[in-house]
C-alpha cells in the first residue's frame, strides 16, 4: 500500500464548545476517491470544511504528506495542494468563466494555462466570456471544480457535486472525477447524498453518523454486501 497523501487522526470539531465531528480518523492515499457518505446533519460537510481550514480542529492530527495542515494557515492551504469545492459552489457570479478560473490559479507564478481545464470541460471552454449568473446549474459546478483545479491540487475536497444537477450531469462529473483520478493521481475526498453515484467511482467509502465515523469499507464491498447497505445506506 502506498504513503498516505491526507491522514486525519482523531479529528474533533464543531462550531461552538460542543463538536459535531467527533474522534475521527481516514486516510485519503494518492490517486484515491474515498467516498464520504451518511445521513443529513451527520457531518460530512463539517469534516470537509475542518480539512480546508475554514474550522478550527478542536483536537487530532491533519497531515498532508505528513505536513501538519492545522499549522498551515487557511488562505495557504492551496499551495500546500488542497483545493475545496464547498456545498453551494462558489462561483463569482459577476465574473466570467475565464476570470473565476484564472482565480483558481492566481497564486502560481506563471500563471498556468487554462486549455487543460477547457479540455476537460469543452462547454466551460464555449461559455469562457459568460458571466457566472448566465451558467446552468451544471455549468456553475463544472466551474467550480475546474476552479478548483486551475490550482493544480494533489488532494480535491469536494462537497455534494451533484446537488441540484439532472442524473446525466451528475454521471459526467463523476466520470470526470474517475479519469483525473487514473489519469492524474488526484486524490479526492467525496462528500455525496446520492449514494449509488459515489460508490460507483469510489475506492473506499466512510460512512459518518452523528459526527463519528460507523463504518468503513472498500467501495465494491458496501454497493455487493446488502447487510451493509441496509444497515448503513438504507437502501
Ligand atoms: N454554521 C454552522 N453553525 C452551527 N452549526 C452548524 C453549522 N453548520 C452545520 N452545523 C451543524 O453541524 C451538524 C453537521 O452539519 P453538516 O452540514 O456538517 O452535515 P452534513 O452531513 O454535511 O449534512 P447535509 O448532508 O445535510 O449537508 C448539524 O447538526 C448542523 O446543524
Given at each position: 500500500m502506498s504513503r498516505a497523501l491526507l491522514e486525519v487522526d482523531g479529528l474533533t470539531a464543531g462550531y461552538g464548545a460542543a463538536p459535531v465531528l467527533h474522534d475521527v480518523s481516514l486516510t485519503v492515499e494518492p490517486g484515491q476517491i474515498v467516498a464520504v457518505l451518511g445521513a443529513n446533519g451527520a457531518g460530512k460537510s463539517t469534516l470537509l470544511r475542518t480539512l480546508s481550514g475554514l474550522l478550527p480542529a478542536q483536537k487530532g492530527q491533519i497531515t498532508l504528506d505528513g505536513q501538519d495542515l492545522r499549522k498551515i494557515k487557511v488562505e495557504h492551504l492551496v499551495r500546500h495542494g488542497v483545493a475545496h469545492v464547498p456545498e453551494g459552489r462558489g462561483v463569482v457570479t459577476e465574473l466570467t468563466v475565464e476570470e473565476n478560473l484564472r482565480l483558481g490559479?492566481?497564486?502560481?507564478?506563471?500563471?498556468?494555462?487554462?486549455?487543460?481545464?477547457?479540455?476537460?470541460?469543452?462547454?466551460?471552454?464555449?461559455r469562457r466570456r459568460h458571466e457566472g449568473h448566465q451558467l446552468s446549474g451544471g455549468e456553475r459546478q463544472m466551474l467550480a471544480i475546474g476552479r478548483a483545479l486551475a490550482a493544480q491540487p494533489r488532494l480535491l475536497l469536494l462537497d455534494e457535486p451533484s446537488l441540484g444537477l439532472a442524473p446525466r450531469v451528475t454521471a459526467q462529473i463523476m466520470a470526470l472525477l474517475r479519469d483525473l483520478r487514473d489519469r492524474t493521481g488526484l486524490a479526492v475526498l467525496l462528500v455525496e447524498q446520492n449514494v449509488r453515484s459515489a460508490l460507483s467511482?469510489?475506492?473506499?467509502?466512510?460512512?459518518?453518523?452523528?459526527?463519528?465515523?460507523?463504518t468503513r469499507h472498500d467501495a465494491a464491498t458496501l454497493v455487493d454486501d446488502a447487510e451493509l447497505r441496509h444497515a448503513y445506506l438504507g437502501f
Open positions: 490559479g492566481l497564486w502560481r507564478k506563471p500563471q498556468p494555462s487554462l486549455e487543460p481545464i477547457y479540455e476537460l470541460f469543452p462547454r466551460l471552454a464555449e467511482i469510489a475506492d473506499q467509502g466512510v460512512v459518518l453518523s452523528l459526527g463519528r465515523i460507523v
